[in-house]
């Protein structure tokens, strides 16, 4: 048989629908926002209009995009984010090795059960979570019951970074799996025979022989973090408000489509730089790729 | 045996599901030997070599290593050291650090371990590849790192997992006469665990024969070969020709029996028999001849050629018997010209000393 690639009529057939996909519902759109970016709303007769612009007019977006009230609030997006992230690997580092070490009869049900959540909604899951936390939820009437509390839980950076790290953790537990299922366990045996305890084996075999696997999770969970709305905004509210809340607004109620676009080309290059990261790990790094 | 450095007492290692892997195994292993333990894959020697490293649990019995119950002692406390079957070189290290790992770990002074490594890579030949990663190397470099960051840490004994298995077959020779020379040099005991015979006969000290988890014999290689304790040993280790007999009677240390197509025959054994035995003979001590051998005592039958195959230095030559199993003859080409003189198909005469087969009783 032919090489598909040199087979056009295959070629095309095969690659078409998803080029023409990509090409009409992403790129396009992209452009055009990263054309909107550097436009402004139009003003007409001395007023300015909701729904005309005048294109590619400038940087004055990005410039106010630099302005310290929104740099604050993308800074502690990213620590947030970056916070969340890292609970999120912790906790994800031991569940994934316990699956991998699991019996084969266990392995398909605890994996189901890690992504089990993603077959209920997001918005209902974080409704849950509300019921969970607030004042006179299910935390606080335990608390209650042994004469603790009630505590404010709800509506600060605690609930959101629980929130993200409970919505996320699925993302860092897989490719954890997967990295350590396929890392040769005689690695760890070995430097268990060598004199190494079980905690120096971890820190410097397994860590290390796991990285692409951390480092791919890091990102999986940091990206999606960075640009979250719904967590943010149902579970911090008014005092917890991330850059994807500023965004979301800047598109809906205040309906500056160039100062959004703007913004979210500013947390794109953000997720550019963490991409590049990754690429720069991955390169120096000899261990099990995802 | 005067103290042994291992004493394996009573082993057994039953894994959940109740597979039995190792069968009450009793071994003792002498300091500075090179021993061997031989069998046919899942025979169960990988999980005794394992639990000897501390990597696996006895259920039953004993591990005694340098006079001490290794039960309580994990594997990263034990005088032991492994060189994994996948050699298991850590692959985001350079071969120094490798090999200076297990000193790190435990704490050695960084000028030492800088010496000791040096030494080891040196003994290994590896010292101008010393800040290599391991993916830039072949299989038997990659060995020789796992060797050398074995014998770096100076243990009371060195386990080694099929090691000549995932070496193509010139490198597997060189390798072979490598490790002798090593454990000459080291003087530690080596623990071989392979299931390649050959490997076996020509470097262990001992080797102890192991199928289904049980050990058939502990013996030197020669005394294996031509002293086979059972049919499975027998049959294992070299080519044998084994013939079933009807045990006749018997008379103090002689019995007399009766072989498929050979008749009524006499042999020496000590060993106690029931109604069967069989008569085990390797296929270099038969001799073929175009005429009735005369020669007193001799176990003679006639039969006809079915194959001969041409080995450089020896033919081997089949032969069918009437209402008997098929005899293997190995011939020594000695001459240029001849050949093993025999063709397809021609009538001829198998025969051989009695004192050279073995009465096999189980």
Redesign the interface.
Known sequence: MDNWKDNKSVFWTLAGPGTFWMLVFFILPLGFLFVMSFSDKAVINGEISITEYDYLTGISNYVRSVDPLYLTIIWKSIWVSALATILCLVTAYPIAFGICFASERWKPLLLLLVVLPFWINLLIRTYALIAVFRSQGYVNLALGAVGLGPYDMLYNNFAVIFGLVYVYMPFMVLPLYATIERLDKSFLEASLDLGASQFTTFLKVTVPLTMPGIITGVILVFIPCLGSFLTPDLLGGANAVMIGNVIERQFKAANDWPFGAALSFMLMYATFAALMLRAFFAKRSAGVDV | MTDPIVSIRGVSKKFPGGVIAVDNVNIDIAQNEFFALLGPSGCGKTTLLRMI???ETPTEGQIIIGGQDMALT????RP???V???Y?V???MTVEDNVA??LR??GVPEDETKRRTADALEMVKLSHLAKR?P?QMSGGQRQRVALA??LV?RPKVLLLDEPLSALDAKLRDDMRMELTRLQETVGITFIIVTHDQDEALSMASRIAVIDKGAVQQIATPSELYEQPATRFVADFIGKVNLLDAKVLSKSGNSISCDAKGLGKLSFDTDKACGDNVAIAVRPEKLKISKTEPKTAGLIKVMGSVRDVAYYGDTSHVVVSIKGGPDLQVNVQNDSRTGGSGVERGQAIWVSWMPDDSLVLTE
Not at chain 2, 74 to 77: I, L
């Open positions: 490293s501390g990597l994990p594997p990263n406390k032991t050291n492994m994994f079957q996948s298991a850590f692959p985001h790992y297990g770990v435990t990663k993916d960051r074995a840490k």
